[in-house]
């Protein structure tokens, strides 16, 4: 009898796991981490890492010798040095998982990293079961053989990349040319490890970041359970969409064990919530099985870039049924649009449901240095900073790592179009084809896991590899060592693996969406990086120490690149300079300036001298050097809307920060605005207007984004300093849809009479529906060389609202407040003689603390 009822359970225990659905156990949290065994010198180095250590999962080890106080706070100081043994020594992570009988009797159980860096091996209970080499990758490995039912180890066993490849690149006699040389000595300059792997480049350094190599189980890792068959993968393709319909083509991949009948119900729930399903029964084998289910949506809602029109968006769920109930479900959110590249006699830019779209933004790189503490928030208070400053694109920069699904969603919501590139960032790749084949699945992987996402409007292969191979001098200098056989080889490498197999990778798994082999590029049409083909990284200003006025010079087709530095707020130093005596030379501000190895600080002093006035003391210099960036990448994005439609995208370097530093960054690490991104608000208006001055003449445009025809009226007004009209010209204008237009070239002796230059400026304002909708002040001299009058700034506080009154002109006036955090709603603003503007200030500081911290900066006397 207790046979009999014994057999009984085992026989309803096998039943119920035959039709019970997919099961997710996530292995996320508490881990632990030691220096590996094996690693017997560093294991004596650091006797303390040796025994196990508190571990979060996803992170990295560099996050928890941290969270351990085993290391100081590399973003903190002069703190870079005493951490980077971490990524020079090997490592283990362990926690242990409970299995119970129920778990082990069904069909299947696998474990799947969603990433682990880098080079890793896992073992289950001492059994190795997996080896890894990409970064990039998901990892799925079945495990119920060597599981038992009760308590299992996990150990994942993770190698040093420097040192797993410096054996291989200091016996090659030319290495690969790389990006940035280590400055702390683990590596030869010149001979740099990371062009040889599938990791995120920036973690090597660059030149707004710190080197930091992690090493840890950077993304979630899941126990997976399932029966006869689970959905790998769903992808939504867009066959057709006009305004009668959508035609959509759900394509399945379903994995199965054995040779089954399985059900996919197909349920599509529209923005107003309605639903409708689509129901198809199949035969799938034994293995991966491709199942596609066209769906039909009748008047389909397009979704639009930002300022275009609204967002909605489509839920596409799917429900694997296996006869006994559900298998498995997935879910992906999809937004109904066409995207193409304009491509005619060189030009380049996006078309988004049949509209040309002037592209306006930024570049974004990571948000943080480690990956695993990235919040929402954090991303999310970067994209609604860059659709509050009407930015319309945000490109995804190729030197980091292909970013968390909440990102996407969150452009999706907003409208920001993505321009992603794939993860290469300027290092020349291996030619073999192993090499090829590791990135062929990352890229498959990673362009169906974001292929649903409307924002995601084209995908490019890499960030200056192509271009870099063309045209630097480094570059130049290996093909000549390496003799032309050698240079063929990699040549040819790089051609087909950017030509080839990441636009196969698109072609193939998100039809629709086009593909662009670089950045900058001409798409193998011609030389690259010119004003007269494809897309453009613009570095003659800063990197060439060329006058601000070189933007002005052309006109390119699609401007992706280009940036002007400045010092982050004195809220962001002070945290991570702490008190004392600063100077542009000191060693905390050298270090956390990463140009030109940290002599970067001598650009901004040299452009300063060219530009702007002498500074009163540190925390006036920080003003002056965000004035000289918003100030400079004004200039060149109203050039680039006033060139269109010659040139049809302007995105500046960059939006952010990885870490808080002096650099490019229109919003520092702590996401507060700098004068740029307040800035970035005004030039990148959805209706401007330009002026550019030169040989003695002022050229005004009107520049609208408007898909219809707007009425308004543009002005322009000269004055003397004390406030004196000289001049007005005004005129009503239609501005054309989707245009910018020239309305007027004036001699500067009837704009400006015969008054000094340097005592006279000009007001261009675009007034639309009787309100100013843009406003520009044209000078004839540079800044430092204008006659400024005293502003005579005056402010009154209400609560922690400011209300500003300038007695003179005010040019570029900053709202500083020290060491307070603080973000006012606008900064960077002029104000004419008796202007006043209303400024509300947010803060966690009282008002009585933010009336205390307030010093009122222009660029005028102080």
Known sequence: MKIRAALLSVLLLTSSALAAPKDIVSLDGAWQVRIDPADADAAKSHPKEAKWFKAQVPGSVQQDLLAAGRVPDPFMGINEAPIQWAGLTNWQFRRTIDVTPAMLARDNLELVFEGLDTFATVTVNGKALLSTDNAHRRWRVPVKQALKAGENEIIVSIASPIRTLQPKVLAEAFPLPGEYDSAFGDEPKGKQTSPYIRKPKYQYGWDWGPRLVNIGVWQPVNLEVWDDARVDTLLVHQEALNDAEARLLARYRVVADKETTVTLTTSITAPDGSVQQVERTAKVAAGVNEIAVPVTIDKPQRWWPAGYGAQPLYKVSGQLGDGQGTADKVERRIGLRTSEFIREKGSFGFKINGVEIFAKGANLIPFDNFPARVTEAQMRDVLESARDANMNMIRVWGGGYYLHKPFYDMADELGIMIWQDFMFGGAVTPPDAEFRHSVKAEAEEQVERLQAHASIVGWAGNNEV?????????????????????????????????????????????????????????????????????????????????????????????????????????????????????????????????????????????????????????????????????????????????????????????????????????????????????????????????????????????????????????????????????????????????????????????????????????????????????????????????????????????????????????????????????????????????????????????????????TLRTLGPQ
């Open 466 to 854: 192509l271009s870099g191979w063309e045209n630097w001098s480094d570059r130049k200098a290996f093909k000549k060592k390496v003799g032309p056989d050698e240079q063929e080889r990699v040549g040819v490498g790089m051609a087909v693996l950017f030509d080839r197999v990441l636009r196969d990778a698109v072609l193939s798994r998100s039809p629709g969406i086009p593909y662009w082999p670089g950045s900058p590029s001409t798409d193998f049409e011609g030389p690259t990086d010119t004003d007269a083909d494809g897309d453009r990284h613009f570095w003659d200003v800063w990197s060439g120490s060329k006058p601000v006025e070189k933007y002005l010079e052309s006109c390119p087709r699609f401007m992706s690149e280009y940036g002007f530095q400045s010092m982050p707020d004195m809220a962001t130093i002070r945290q991570f300079a702490g008190k004392g005596d600063l100077a542009i030379d000191s060693p905390v501000l050298k270090a956390h300036q990463k140009f030109l190895a940290g002599e970067g600080n001598a650009r901004l002093q040299m452009y300063l001298d060219q530009r702007l006035r002498p500074a009163k003391d540190f925390a006036d210099l920080v003003y002056l050097t965000q004035a000289n960036q918003a100030l400079a990448i004004e200039m060149a994005a109203r050039h680039h809307r006033a060139c269109r439609p010659v040139t049809l995208g302007s995105l500046y370097w960059q939006i952010n920060d990885t870490w808080p530093a002096i650099s490019w960054a229109s919003m520092d690490y702590y996401g507060r605005w700098k004068l740029l991104h307040y800035a970035a608000r005004r030039f990148f208006a959805p209706q401007a207007i330009a002026t550019q001055y030169g040989e003695g003449t002022t050229r005004v445009s009107v520049v609208s984004d408007a898909t219809q025809p707007m009425e308004g009226t543009w002005r322009i007004r000269s004055f003397d300093m004390a406030g004196n009209v000289l001049a007005t010209y005004q005129e009503a204008v239609t501005l054309a849809p989707l245009s910018a237009t020239e309305v007027a070239k004036i001699a500067d002796a009837d704009l400006f009479r015969d008054s000094d230059a340097k005592a006279s400026y000009a007001v261009a304002e675009l007034i639309i529906d009787g309100k100013t909708v843009s406003r520009t002040v044209v000078e004839r001299a540079l800044p430092k060389d204008m006659a400024y009058p005293a502003p005579g700034l005056k402010a009154e506080w209400e609560g922690k609202k400011v209300t500003i009154t300038a007695g003179a002109l005010a040019r570029v006036v900053m709202l500083d407040f020290g060491a307070t955090a603080a973000q006012p709603s606008d900064d960077g603003f002029d104000l004419l003689p008796g202007e006043s503007i209303t400024i509300d200030v947010r803060s966690d500081a009282s008002a009585a603390a933010l009336k205390r911290a307030l």
